[in-house]
């Protein structure tokens, strides 16, 4: 699977994104999908995933009820909306995908496949 994040960009706090997530390879519709994102100093953290059927979502404490994933398995695409935006979002934001979206969740060092990043910049 090859995935491809675009969308970031330079947004004032309080404003909105959607970052965007293509996927190439294998059946798209077979992974969990999800969003990590790392600052400038700080490790690497989870920010949402969604199963494969879309059915389940799972977000980070610290963007629930501001993101809201999803995606279309026709388009072979996932989607972050990221709303309320705080300075603190401010990170390169990763999608990677796994078979296992618990895999996604909760160990992502056992991740299969990562996309190249997509900057996110919140200015206050």
């Known amino acids: 699977v090859q995935l491809q994040a675009s969308g970031g960009g330079l947004v004032q706090a309080g404003g909105s994104l959607r970052l965007s997530c293509a996927a190439s390879g294998r059946t798209f519709s077979s992974y969990g999908m999800g969003w990590f994102r790392q600052a400038p100093g700080k490790e690497c953290e989870f920010v949402a995933a969604i199963s494969w059927s879309g059915v389940r979502t799972y977000y980070a404490d610290s963007v629930k009820g501001r993101f809201t994933i999803s995606r279309d398995n026709a388009k072979n695409t996932v989607y972050l909306q990221m709303n309320i935006l705080k300075p603190e979002d401010t990170a390169v934001y990763y999608c990677?995908?796994?078979?296992?979206?618990?895999?996604?969740?909760?160990?992502?060092?056992?991740?299969?496949?990562w996309g190249k990043g997509t900057q996110v910049t919140v200015s206050s």
């Open positions: 990677a995908a796994d078979t296992n979206v618990m895999v996604v969740v909760s160990t992502q060092e056992r991740v299969s496949y």
